[in-house]
């Protein structure tokens, strides 16, 4: 069964291990074939087709036509399974235009948010995994060296960037999960994204009182509500709006704040 092995440095997580493939693979057993690369395709494979819920090691042992208790040779358990799925959709990030041009790190932190969202919106289901920790695996990391790259000549300490790093990651993540989410109660409910939303306002107006929600009532009555909907203006508006405060960190900072 895989493990915590001394060959990978005894003390790591047996799904670090097997994401920097430090883990000895396991001796050839009797299903030909069989493999890591193929377990985890398997295990991807099903996930976007029904969603991360779908995943057991009994339904990947079906898709790949092994018994359950074969996959254990290669995976140790299905959190496991989960960050190697990720590593292998995340992938490593795509260069930066404007940091390779040195355009700045606002211009260079705004591709890489941008990067990472395209990633997660093309394969959502990578959201419904929980994070079991700080950055460790090689796309992983590739992508945090990448950010605290972006962010090199903005004269912020080390931890700042961290920060920073974090900041922009958690409203990327929230971002593309609340968008998921969304999408996914529109299609539940067979109607078109507009139909959606002039329902939410109907029921706003029958609900709100005017005097109890005075705010409200005038959102509803300045009608933007009724406009169309631009699908990445509430990412657009978010990351400015944190990267403003961002700039006023740097400010700060380059005054000896």
Known sequence: MAGKSG?????????????????????????????????VAAAVSVAAAEGLAAVSMGRVAKEVGAST????????????????????????????????????????????????REQFLANLWVLRIPIGGPPATPNSLAWWEQGLQALEGSGL??????????????????????????????????????????????TLRRLVDPARHPAIHRLLDSGVMSEPDDPDYEFTFGLTALLDGVEALIRRTAEGG
């Not at 960050?83 to 490593?92: D, F, H, K, N, T």
């Open 157 to 202: 300490g080390e931890g700042d960037k961290i920060s920073v790093i974090l900041l922009v990651s958690n409203f990327v993540r929230s971002e593309a999960l609340l968008m998921s989410d969304l999408a996914a109660a529109v299609t539940a409910r067979g109607v078109s994204p507009e139909e959606v939303v002039a329902g939410h306002e109907r």
């Open 69 to 116: 208790m074969s996959l254990y040779r290669y995976v140790s358990a299905k959190d496991e399974l989960y960050v190697l799925m990720q590593e292998a959709v995340i992938g490593p990030p795509s260069p930066l235009p404007a940091l390779e041009a040195g355009a700045g790190w606002r211009a260079a932190l705004t591709e890489w948010a941008a990067g990472q």
């Open 7 to 39: 060959a990978g440095g005894g003390d790591l997580p047996a799904s670090i291990e097997a994401a920097w493939g430090l883990r000895e693979r396991p001796a050839k057993g009797p299903k030909p074939g069989l493999s890591l690369e193929r377990i």
